[in-house]
């Protein structure tokens, strides 16, 4: 009978070894229906889980084999696959029960005595574990034969030779011809682990979905050292664009995008391009669930390969029934997709959802209006009356993202645009948010020269100061400086800027806010014309450069598409543990644009020096090879000498 669940919480505490010894010995005796081994080994199995050494009781534990309750017998094998392969003296007293279980009548015990005796690769396991598994290849139930194809894979890991030379290769292949789709799937899994990619590719067409997607999945192993291995592999793969399965076209463009690295055919790159369009908007006619995944990785493709989507901006224009996220992730797109030649239509688009409900939504659309205008230039015009026409409109989260995106505009735009200035102004009580306020006080300090009423508006707003965030003080540190020095003989710039200098310098914990204001201060007390031309001095205009990810690592993004990675936009190896990352490989056929971008794995290694530790002791003699250490200030000393003053380093 199960366990309900909960109920093994009890079992994880830490236990003794002799107490569990103990205990197993009793249950010989006086346990007909095998209740008390299972509590014991229920213990035992807890305690290991933990990371407690459980290994003195191999013989204790390997005693209760013979036990028909399966539900013991699985325990046991699983002591055993934890610690088989440091017993391989004593492990060969468990063979005979490995044989017995492998013709069981039960397909259950026959599959978990092949799965057991595969997970400890030691010679006297491996050789026991051939013959069984030639049976269990053909055995008459497909559950024993699907744990058979990866059992093929872990003995091949253990001793290749043996493994081709039994025959088991080609087994697997006459696998995937298997009634049953999960030993397809199986065998797939194992021949992508230790087989070739073309003859992974030639089972494409046989396997089942999941069999296809491990397939493809494993040619990532493979690294084309000529353009025209790509090239062959891409046109062989490139029909799995069209499967019904969004899992498969996904896997099927990474391996694709992966492929075009090591190609120099500019049309067949085209061709690839244009081909992997229409699968991914055919993904969009599935629902949320799929369309968000889709869209995650659309938004990965197009930032590598414009050139996919980009006649397709209108496919990603919002519908009314769209869920908040789905639609947050087709405005990004559309916005990444913009062009001059679309710029229109999308403008109008974004407009339209700026008088929408949803407040995210709106706040987005108004930002993605300012994005445009920086980013195509011949759409500014329009782009600025539209944030103009959202203004009027007074409502305070529309006003707040529009003052925050035009002060962008100014900046990419400098001296274009600086009439709407007094719109600007008129609105500067609608203001509430932090990064809206600190833009607007930006405008009002850069502009300090052009507005008339200037001091009076800094006077208003640096009246709450102390109250203010940190981002917002900021702002109105630098725009009082600036405003004193485009209005040196006003006595209204010199009390603000008075005030501000000594509530930064004598009031404020902040550290950055306090040395700016000691900074602006005594570059004013020196010298206030050098001064002028520091705080002054033009600024680079913004681009869209900062939108863009990384090249490098936008390419080891796309290795992981169709993944967690893929929709989180990180690397499956910062939020998963113990998960293997993926790059580029160099080789001959690698693009020169990829390879400057080349991303290494860091992997782990072990130190190649010899390491000393001190400890209490005797000191050993000093001798000349022996690895001195070096102290912060330079000098060397024999680490073995380091606790003979004070205490000992091992105290």
Not at 131 to 144: G, N
Not at 593 to 616: D, E, K, M, Y
Request: with cysteine.
């Amino acid at each position: 009978m199960a366990t309900q669940p909960g109920q093994d919480a009890k079992f994880f505490q830490r236990g003794k070894i002799e107490e569990f010894r103990s205990e197993l010995q009793a249950a010989e005796s006086k346990d007909k229906k095998f209740q008390k081994r299972r509590t014991v080994l229920k213990k035992i199995v807890a305690n290991i889980t933990m990371g407690n050494d459980m290994s003195p009781l191999f013989h204790d534990v390997v005693q209760c084999i013979g036990t028909p309750l399966l539900e013991i017998k699985k325990m046991v094998y699983l002591y055993l696959v934890s610690y088989g392969r440091s017993k391989p003296e004593q492990i060969q007293i468990v063979i005979p029960s490995f044989l017995q279980d492998c013709n069981d009548r039960n397909p259950l015990i026959r599959a978990l005595a092949i799965r057991t005796m595969a997970y400890i690769p030691i010679p006297v396991v491996t050789e026991a574990l051939s013959e069984q598994l030639r049976h269990c290849i053909k055995d008459r139930d497909p559950y024993v034969r699907k744990t058979a194809a990866i059992c093929v894979a872990k003995l091949y890991a253990a001793d290749p030779r043996k493994a081709e030379r039994a025959g088991f290769v080609e087994m697997l292949r006459d696998m995937m011809l298997d009634a049953n789709a999960t030993v397809v799937a199986n065998a797939v899994a194992a021949l992508s682990e230790i087989g070739d990619p073309n003859k992974l590719i030639a089972a494409l067409g046989e396997s089942s979905e999941w069999g296809q997607i491990y397939i493809l999945d494993s040619l990532l192993r493979y690294v084309p050292e000529q353009h025209a291995d790509a090239e062959m592999m891409a046109e062989r793969v490139i029909i799995q664009l069209q499967h019904a399965n969004s899992a498969v076209v996904l896997t099927t463009i990474k391996v694709l995008l992966y492929l075009m690295n090591y190609m120099d055919n500019r049309k067949l790159i085209d061709h690839i391009c244009k081909k992997m369009g229409p699968p991914l908007v055919t993904l969009l006619s599935s629902g949320p669930e799929v369309q968000y995944v889709a869209l995650r990785n659309i938004l990965l493709i197009i930032q590598r390969r414009p050139a996919v989507l980009k006649n397709d901006v209108k496919v990603f224009f919002c519908k009314y029934n769209d869920p908040i996220y789905v639609k947050l992730a087709k405005l990004e797109i559309m916005y990444r997709l913009a062009r001059e030649e679309n710029a229109r239509e999308v403008l109008a688009e974004l407009e339209e959802y700026a008088s929408e409900v949803d407040i995210d939504f709106v706040r987005k659309a108004v930002r993605s209006i300012g994005r445009l205008a920086i980013k195509v230039e011949a759409s500014a015009d329009m782009c600025i009356h539209s944030l103009l026409t959202l203004i009027e409109t007074k409502i305070s989260y529309v006003v707040q993202e529009a003052v925050i995106v035009i002060k962008d505009i100014f900046r990419r735009y400098p001296g274009k645009y600086e009439g709407i200035i007094p719109t600007l102004c008129e609105n500067l009580d609608a203001l509430e948010e932090s990064e809206a306020k600190a833009s607007m006080v930006w405008v009002l300090g850069q502009f300090s020269n052009r507005i008339d009423n200037v001091d009076e508006l800094l006077d208003d707003l640096v009246y709450k100061f102390l109250d203010e965030t940190v981002e917002v003080q900021l702002a109105l540190l630098t725009a009082v400086v600036k405003l004193f020095i485009y209005k040196s003989s006003s006595e209204t710039a010199k009390t603000l800027v008075h005030k501000v200098l000594k509530w930064a310098t004598e009031e404020i914990d902040n550290p950055d806010l306090r040395d700016r204001g000691f900074m602006y201060w005594r570059m004013l007390a020196m010298n206030p014309t050098v001064a002028g031309e520091i705080v002054l001095a033009e600024k680079p205009p913004i681009t869209t450069d900062s939108d863009r990810m990384d090249r490098g690592a936008l390419d080891q993004l796309l290795l992981h598409t169709g993944t967690l990675g893929s929709i989180y936009h990180k690397n499956p190896e910062t939020f998963i543990r113990n998960a293997a990352g993926r790059a580029l490989v160099d080789s001959s056929a690698l693009n020169p644009n990829s390879r400057a971008v080349l991303v290494p794995l860091a992997r782990p290694q072990l130190p190649t020096a010899i390491i000393t530790v001190a400890g209490p002791g005797p000191i050993e003699p000093y001798t000349r090879n022996q690895p001195t250490l070096t102290s912060p200030d330079g000098s060397k000393s024999d680490p073995n000498l380091q606790s003979q003053e004070g205490e000992p380093a091992g105290a």
